[in-house]
């Protein structure tokens, strides 16, 4: 440890001094974390997240005492020290009463407010414990959406905080995004909560819905990407919204917007915001304020430093809890106003879609090789477009439908009639999901996608046969790179129906119709007499000999013989395209195990 003189120390306080006078009142954060300098050795990153103090301010703390700090030395493995974690500081111990007698270590400490949920985190620390192991184990963070996990306390405290304040009991929670796993933290606590997920990853939805499954919590996960819309199962369903959305205004908004659209109770129904703006930059917070207030929204309370986290460092590793409430206004603007429906509108801070990126469509060479891709062997067909903008705006160049449309109800009916239909779809700024949900939406002769080369289904080839599979009786899969841009072609060929009366031709029925409840699809397809034409492809689908007419269910029957093979009613009455991708794999494997049962032979459940 070094000594350090008196001279050195008497800097050390100038500069500190001079800083804490610059802040005035507002010097209280500053004095904490000098307080907690005087208590042990912290990492810049710890004592961000002990004090809530924004990372800028911390390092000009840092910066004052230098001279006056102890720094924790490696060990030959450049890890840590008995002490302290490498490369930890401390004020020097000789100096630790100066700089507390100095800076009011004690009333700090006499005046500090108590914590109103203490007395519940203390009693439900199994509850804390138990989400931290979660969120340990739940899929890494994605910078590009701005993920930044919430603590296993935090999510703790949200779930104690609803229910020392709403009757949860019997209540429907959504929320919109939850990388931070509130869902599983409040049905934990309270199992007769039910509470519906929406998010685009993926991988979460996939990691909650097993907890759920494994603890018997009543969770729904469903697949949106806010930007097109909210699943129409969850619209009207809700009696309170909990939200950490993307930390701009343009994502406050959506977020919000659509938690609006899912309260079921438009007089006294509550959402709740996590926010947080570093104390650097309040513009900013004003901006997502206002977008709150553009919404009419009453904002009822604030608990600041509610939230905490592993990361957004820039913000004190903290974040506000907004308690806000829908008033009569609300609605009317709502009726007249909703946000853009476009894949690429900017709402994140980071990544392709981040406010200031200003993200373009691909390149004229990219865009005129998807065309070309997408139009061999069209010999007077119909060539459609399906992204946010077209690269050709000719008479004779093709039809266009956005993004949002064709993931919203397939192609138009005026473009999928009788005669040959290709499609060239951009997405070139997909974040993930926006492939194997246009592989869904669409049913067309041909269909020819341009994606990120660095895309989830292209990672490795394991990536890509699991989308081939998935999707095998609907379509061929193959991809190629592009030399420019860093983007890839896929090119999918449709695969003749089976016959319906099989488990591949029963799949195929169901990914052909990814728009209708897959209760109410299924149940009219054991209904059908399967030497019909399926009208949704070009050929009649194929007569099975060892089947006759006969062989058709009535409609009661039919359903019967659903409800028993998925014995989870939420998954019959939404559509293939609101559910997470592991659900569609599951439905669709279940359909290919039971096949067409016939009115006399009852089936089990299964998977």
């Known amino acids: 440890m070094t000594v350090h003189g008196t001279a050195q120390s008497g ?47 911390v390092e000009e703390v840092l910066a004052c005492l230098t001279g006056d700090l102890r720094e924790c030395p490696a060990t030959s493995s450049g890890t840590a020290t008995s002490s302290g974690p490498a490369g930890a500081v401390m004020i020097s111990p000789q100096l630790v009463a100066t700089y507390r007698d100095r800076f009011g270590f004690d009333e700090l400490r006499r005046t500090a407010l108590s914590d109103p949920l203490a007395a519940r985190l203390t009693a439900h620390r199994a509850l804390a414990d138990t989400m931290a192991d979660l969120v340990a184990a739940a899929p890494p963070s994605r910078i590009d959406l701005d993920h930044v996990p919430a603590t296993g306390e935090t999510a703790a405290r949200r779930a104690l905080w609803m229910d020392s304040t709403y009757d949860l009991t019997g209540a429907h929670l959504l929320c919109v995004g939850d990388h931070d796993l509130t869902s599983l933290a409040a049905c934990i606590l309270v199992p007769g909560l039910s509470v519906t997920v929406v998010d685009l990853d993926e991988r979460l939805l996939e990691f909650i819905d097993a907890q759920s499954r494994d603890r018997g919590l009543d969770i729904r996960c469903l697949f949106a990407d806010l930007r097109f819309g909210l699943p129409a199962v969850t619209e009207a369903w809700a009696d309170l919204i909990f939200t950490d959305p993307p930390y701009t205004p343009e994502g406050v908004t959506l977020f919000l917007h659509r938690g609006l659209a899912g309260l079921r109770d438009t007089r006294r129904g509550r959402l709740l915001l996590a926010y947080g703006h570093s104390d650097l930059h309040p513009a900013l917070g004003w901006k997502v304020q206002r977008a709150v207030s553009d919404l009419h929204l009453t904002v009822e309370a604030i608990m600041a430093d509610f939230n905490g986290y592993d990361g957004a460092e820039a913000v004190g590793a903290t974040s506000d809890l907004y308690v806000c409430r829908p008033t009569a206004t609300t609605w009317r603007h709502l009726a007249g106003a909703t946000p853009a429906s476009r894949g690429r509108a900017a709402i994140y801070t980071r990544g392709r879609h981040a406010v200031e990126s200003a993200v373009a469509g691909p390149s004229p060479a990219a865009a005129q090789e998807l065309l070309a891709a997408a139009a061999a062997g069209l010999d007077g067909g119909r060539l459609v477009f399906i992204g946010d903008g077209t690269p050709d705006t000719s008479p004779a160049g093709p039809a266009h439908v956005r993004l949002a449309t064709a993931l919203r109800g397939g192609l138009p009916r005026s473009l999928s009639g009788r ?105 009219e397809a054991l209904t059908r007499d399967p030497t019909t034409r399926d009208p949704t492809t ?38 293939l395209m609101d559910l997470p991708r592991h659900q ?11 096949g067409r049962p016939t009115a006399a032979a009852r089936t089990p459940a299964v998977g």
């Open 419 to 523: 005669s040959r239909v290709q499609v060239a779809a951009d997405l070139s700024a997909d974040p993930g999901p926006w492939l194997a949900r246009t592989l869904l939406a669409v049913n067309a002769d041909r269909l020819v996608a341009l994606i990120p080369v660095d895309h989830v289904d292209l990672v490795n080839p394991e990536c890509f046969r699991a989308l081939g599979a998935l999707f095998a009786p609907k379509w061929r899969l193959n991809w190629r790179r592009l030399p420019h841009d860093r983007l890839a072609l896929i090119e999918a060929a449709p695969i003749e129906a089976a016959p319906l009366s099989t488990g591949e031709g029963m799949v195929r029925w169901l990914l052909d119709r990814p728009h209708g409840k897959v209760g109410n699809v299924w149940t």
């Open 11 to 57: 800097r050390a306080f100038d500069r500190l001094e001079s800083l804490v006078a610059d802040y005035g009142a507002q010097a209280r954060p500053l004095r904490r974390v000098v307080s907690l300098l005087t208590e042990r050795p912290w990492t810049i990153g710890d004592l961000v997240r002990a004090s809530g103090v924004a990372r800028r301010t």
């Open 538 to 575: 070009r050929d009649p689908t194929t007569r099975d000999p060892t089947r006759g007419a006969g062989d058709t269910l009535t409609k009661k029957d039919a359903r019967a013989a659903v409800e028993a093979a998925v014995a989870d009613p939420g998954l019959l009455a939404a559509t």
């Open 584 to 594: 569609i794999a599951r439905i669709t494997r279940i359909a290919a195990q039971v």
